[in-house]
């Protein structure tokens, strides 16, 4: 069983910058995808971005804003948030699954979330 503990949200302007830490009790398979998914009001929660080896995998909306990165010795992964827009406002989870499902679904294990609010 694998508990994860997102950190780093908070309320900034739009144009601010934000750090998202999300670390894992019990082992994170380097091989298990992991992720930031983000769930506004009203919506459905969405994939922000996904990494395992290689390229990431982002929302089209935050291609250029937003990097993933992740520490398998630390069990720990990132997303760097810049350049941040009202838009971006929700409640981030972190996620870790097996490669062999969709990054799509809600599958694996999920944080509490962390909210980020965009606003002037």
């Known amino acids: 069983q694998v508990t994860l503990v997102e950190s780093g949200g908070g309320t900034v302007q739009p144009g601010g910058s934000l750090r998202l830490s999300c670390t894992a009790s019990g082992t994170i398979l380097s091989t298990h995808v992991m992720g930031w998914y983000r769930q506004a009001p009203g919506k459905r929660r969405e994939l922000v971005a996904v990494i395992l080896t290689g390229e990431p995998t982002y929302k089209e909306s935050v291609k250029g804003r937003f990097t993933i990165s992740r520490d398998n010795a630390k069990n720990a992964v990132f997303l760097q948030m810049n350049n941040l827009k009202p838009e971006d406002t929700a409640v981030y989870y972190c996620?870790?699954?097996?490669?062999?499902?969709?990054?799509?679904?809600?599958?694996?294990?999920w944080g509490q979330g962390t909210q980020v609010t965009v606003s002037s």
């Open positions: 996620n870790t699954r097996p490669p062999t499902y969709s990054v799509y679904g809600d599958f694996g294990s």
